[in-house]
């Protein structure tokens, strides 16, 4: 990734993670910092006293080698490969809730709009409710699961974008 793209990706993921943690009707706390490998994460203990946490991360990004790769965001909730989440003392946890899991791709300008989307996604499924209250803010393609619900979504931007030829000559 490009110290420009890095930028980018750590300034999104800094103000997302502050304004869903002001969004939220529960206590979220935001983990990590920039002298560490693992990006900063944003956790917060649902009504069954369960561990979810949301990550914001590049899911391509151009780079020295190919300055042309499309700039595209993955915001995943409790799905990370191999993230250790930690809580404070004290606090009652029954674990890392493996009962739900949801991946949105965006483009870097879209992420901000999801906002509260994503927050009321979040309470919803808190509440058991099924339904979400609002509609999303961008077009989205749903990759549904055959069996449950669905849980990984591309805005139709990144989508095409992901999925256009890059012509190599021109690099």
Not at 76 to 85: D, E, L, P, V
Request: proline share 7%; hydrophobic share 40%; with cysteine.
């Amino acid at each position: 990734m490009n110290p420009e793209a890095k930028h980018i990706v750590s300034e999104l993921r800094r103000e997302f993670y502050s304004n869903f943690a002001a969004a939220m009707n529960m206590q979220v706390s935001i983990t990590g910092t920039s002298y560490s490998s693992n990006s900063p994460i944003a956790s917060w203990m649902d009504h069954r006293q369960r561990l979810n946490y949301l990550n914001v991360y590049a899911y391509t990004a151009p780079d020295e080698f190919v300055p042309l790769r499309p700039f595209i965001l993955r915001l995943a909730i409790n799905k990370s490969a191999g993230r250790i989440t930690t809580f404070r003392k004290g606090q009652v946890c029954r674990g890392l809730n493996l009962m739900w899991d949801f991946e949105l791709t965006v483009l870097p300008k879209e992420i901000l709009d999801f906002l509260p989307w994503i927050v009321n996604l979040v309470e919803s499924h808190d509440k058991g409710s099924p339904l979400l209250l609002q509609s999303p803010p961008h077009s989205f393609e749903l990759e549904v699961p055959e069996v449950g619900l669905f849980n990984n979504a591309w805005t139709q931007k990144a989508w095409l974008l992901a999925n256009s030829p890059i012509d190599l000559s021109e690099i």
